[in-house]
């Protein structure tokens, strides 16, 4: 097979992880005999050095030609602390999003059966999970019009939703639920907010062509709460772009980090890899950062955008066996139940390759 | 003292937990020669049924001339599974807490010793946790313009903030994280709504009156994640309405369960106190409902509306020692590690008033 991936490494620990995320695509491409081209691109705080904007025209063109994009992550502590700052690393990663058309963002929790004593939840409470997760991804209040008035003192984001916007991911993830447990919960604030009335409605209207599908719909308070007390009851989790953000953070501590979590986009366009952290100024260029999110991504890349369902399998088994020695980052260092070795992103990196 | 008490019953479990926060401030007033005066007044869909609308003027009448009043909860799933319904309980809650200009809701953690094997998070990780919440309450997308298209298809809810919104709870976190830890952590999404840029800026003004007090800015997906991975942090937590619903619910679990969370809603007019807890369709009526919160919420109201603390505290001890004896309602049964006595809710209610 002959694959086309751009890398876009993006900012903080973004470039570390992602080079590991890399170097498994490169060894699965050796091993099985396929080829993988890669090409790299600029995005976020390192797009506005060097170009002054966070999402440069050639970033997109090459995305746009690509087969699939492994991403790092984008943001800077430096616009985090100033919120006035009209140019912003975070909105070269929605821009992306919505010129991909990348309407659905998958976050899959897997629980490696070795890190159920690294989460700070019980483990008894965790065994068992499998959740996935589907975030909207191009609508909200992530995309409304935006207001500040002319005094600077009254500010807005328009919360909306197109019926359209509901079905199409709706649809994508009932397909997953036929395909896994058979239960979907949708997650929405239909007691205050009119657009998840609409949201509520229009998921109430496609469930009726899944009647095999158990239909279950939540408040997203209650969601919050009924994720940390009894995580085993989820099967598909369906919501909203801004509800999903909060939600899947959450849920990474089932997984023991969010260090471990990765992430599909797809849509209209080329299929888009992430891991769900962020850029994590703090431990930038320490060499403390987390690449299994981004070696996940990958093997999550294999198996959604190229169906190449055995390799993607064999990085899960990879990350899953250099757990089962005992190896791990700071993030999943936490069980006190049994000894382990705490490895940086280098080390970590080359262990999984092996 | 003399204080007239209005009391809210709502719907669902309301009812059955209200009436013990009613008989502990009973008590309290016949201990301790106080003169609380009681009224009921109807809100949510028992409102609804009688009157047909769900906050009655003859409701707000009353809480306006009242001085401090006791709710229970309001929401029924009829309105939950039609959300086609344009006259709904929650409407009135939220008109109240409007009416009343209740912009800050105050949700403190309480960790009781006993419950700390009840929650789904570990012992260790929740020890010495305690946090304060701010959650602003009358402002944000509950309260910003809601629109529908004509053709039904389209549907937006505003997100708006105004300064003074934004400055008068900031103020009061500060005043209380000044008597408490001295640390804040202001929760918002700045790195994509600006609504979130007001919110963050306003902050940091406002914390340069406050030197003493270290303040923190996290993310809401951040905050999600942080609150269960490592909750000790934090100390006073300010929010936004949309995110203090969904942090505060989430940080239940916390407490072991959101049976034990009493809320103080505070601003312009009379105080209003309320477990944080719903109206629970599932559970009313079998004697299964934790009375606790709207106990604890009786003691909020001596404490916040009547500066009564030592009142407030005995009912924090009888609390604390009917734990202490091993009793518990089933919500927070849930701990493996002794033995303890599963008591309805009228039961809970008496061993407390004992
Ligand atoms: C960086 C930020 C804009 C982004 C989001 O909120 O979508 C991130 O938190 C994520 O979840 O991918
Ligand atoms: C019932 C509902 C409108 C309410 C809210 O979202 O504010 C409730 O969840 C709460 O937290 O008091």
New binding site residues.
Partial sequence: MKKNILVIPGDGIGPEVTQWGKAVLEQIAASFDHEFLFDEALMGHAAIEATGTPLPDDTLEKAKKSDAILFG???HAKYDNDPSLKVRP?QG??KIRKELGLYA?LRPILLFDELLNASSIKAHILRGTNILFFRE?TGDV?FGEKTRSEDKNTASDLMIYHKYEVERIAHKAYEAAMQRGRKLCSVDKANVLESSRLWRETVQEIAKQYPEVETQHLFVDNAAMQLIKDPKQFDVVLTA?LFG?IL??EASQIAGSMGMLA?ASVGDGTGFF?P?H?SAHDITGKDLANPLASILSAALMLEISFGLKEEAQLIISAVDSVLKDGYRTSDIADDTTSPYKVLGTQDMGKLVLK
Avoid: H, K, R
């Fill in positions: 992550a984008v943001g975070e990663l929605l963002n991804l992530y772009n953000d899947t953070d992430s992430e769900i962020g």
